[in-house]
Nanobody, 119 residues
Framework: QVQLVESGGGLVQAGGSLRLSCAVS????????MGWFRQAPGKEREFVVR????????YYVDSVKGRFTISRDNAKNTVFLQMNSLKPEDTAVYYC????????????WGQGTQVSVSS
């Protein structure tokens, strides 16, 4: 059974930084496309960023480009999301997800970690 566990969320002031981690167990992490999503209160979950199995190819939603950076460590079965210059509108529950194929829906999801940015 594949499990994803996020950590690193918290409360930060606008302009600050946080680093989220997502540890994956029970699967073949190095073959997965990994993504981060977020869901703000009263809103639908939205895609934030994804990275391919090698870590070389990434895709960011426009609202986080230049501020967020995704990376992965295949030796540690972990994907990271470095978030800089945080804004109040970044406040959300952040979820990591894993996809076994290059396209299509994500197969596995974490439980989420809360990120709150105060103004």
């Amino acid at each position: 059974q594949v499990q994803l566990v996020e950590s690193g969320g918290g409360l930060v002031q606008a302009g600050g930084s946080l680093r989220l981690s997502c540890a994956v167990s029970g699967g073949t992490f190095s073959s997965y496309v990994m993504g981060w999503f977020r869901q703000a209160p009263g809103k639908e979950r939205e895609f934030v960023v994804r990275v391919d199995w090698s870590g070389s190819n990434t895709y960011y939603v426009d609202s986080v480009k230049g501020r967020f950076t995704i990376s992965r460590d295949n030796a540690k079965n972990t994907v990271f999301l470095q978030m800089n210059s945080l804004k109040p509108e970044d406040t959300a529950v952040y979820y990591c997800a894993a996809r076994r194929k290059n396209i299509g829906p994500y197969d596995y999801w974490g439980q989420g970690t809360q990120v709150s940015v105060s103004s």
